[in-house]
C-alpha cells in the first residue's frame, strides 16, 4: 500500500477523505451503523473512525498512518485557508454523525433546531454591532467573551441582546454610567 507521501496525505487525498466521509455519514445504512455502535455500547467516534479507515483501504492506504495524518493536518496546511475550512467542517461533520447516533432522530432534530436558531439569535447581534464604531464593536466582543467564559462557553452566552449592547456602549460614553 503506498502513503502518498512518506511523511503526510496529499492536499487531493485528504480532500477525497472528506467528501467520501460526508457522503457516507449521510447514507442511511451508514447512520444505522453508527447508532447500531452506540446500542452496542461502542464510542460513536469508534465507528466513525472506522468509517475512515474504510475509506483509506478504499483509496490504497494503511489506515494508521491516514488516521496518523489526520491528526497532523492543522499542522501541515495551517496556512492553506481553504483546506483548514474543508478540515474543519470534516471534523464538524463526525460530530454531528456521532451526535445523531447517541441523540436519536427526533432529539437530534430538536437540537438542530435550537442551534439554527441561536445562529440566527448570532447573526442578527452581530448586524446590530455593526451599526456602532469599531472601538465600540471591540467593547461589545469584549463583553461576550467574558459572558461565555463566566457561563464555560454555554451556547446561550453566546448571545447579546440589543438592550445589552446599548448599555455597553453606553458605558463607553458615560464612565460613571452604573445601571443597578
Known amino acids: ?12 487525498q485528504l480532500l477525497h477523505l472528506f467528501d467520501r466521509f460526508a457522503f457516507l455519514t449521510s447514507q442511511p445504512d451508514v447512520k444505522k451503523r453508527i447508532a447500531d455502535g452506540v446500542e452496542d455500547k461502542q464510542e460513536a467516534v469508534a465507528v466513525t473512525t472506522a468509517i475512515q479507515e474504510e475509506i483509506f483501504l478504499e483509496m490504497g492506504i494503511d489506515p494508521r498512518f491516514g488516521i496518523s495524518c489526520l491528526g497532523k ?33 427526533d432529539e437530534f ?12 439569535q448570532q447573526l442578527e447581534m452581530l448586524k446590530q454591532m455593526r451599526k456602532f464604531p ?3 464593536q471591540s467593547a461589545i466582543l469584549e463583553k461576550l467573551r467574558q459572558q461565555m467564559e463566566i457561563a464555560n462557553f454555554e451556547d446561550a452566552a453566546s ?14 460614553v458615560s464612565p460613571l454610567f452604573n445601571p443597578k
Open 1 to 12: 500500500m503506498s502513503t502518498g507521501s512518506s511523511e503526510m496525505l496529499s492536499r487531493e
Open 73 to 105: 493536518v492543522n499542522i501541515n496546511y495551517e496556512h492553506d485557508q481553504d483546506m483548514m475550512i474543508r478540515f474543519y467542517k470534516f471534523i464538524a461533520r463526525e460530530e454531528l454523525a456521532c451526535d445523531e447516533a447517541e441523540l436519536g432522530a
Open 109 to 120: 432534530a430538536e437540537r438542530m433546531q435550537i442551534q439554527e436558531k441561536m445562529q440566527q
Open 134 to 136: 469599531l472601538d465600540d
Open 159 to 172: 448571545v447579546l441582546s440589543w438592550e445589552q449592547i446599548q448599555e455597553i456602549v453606553q458605558r463607553r
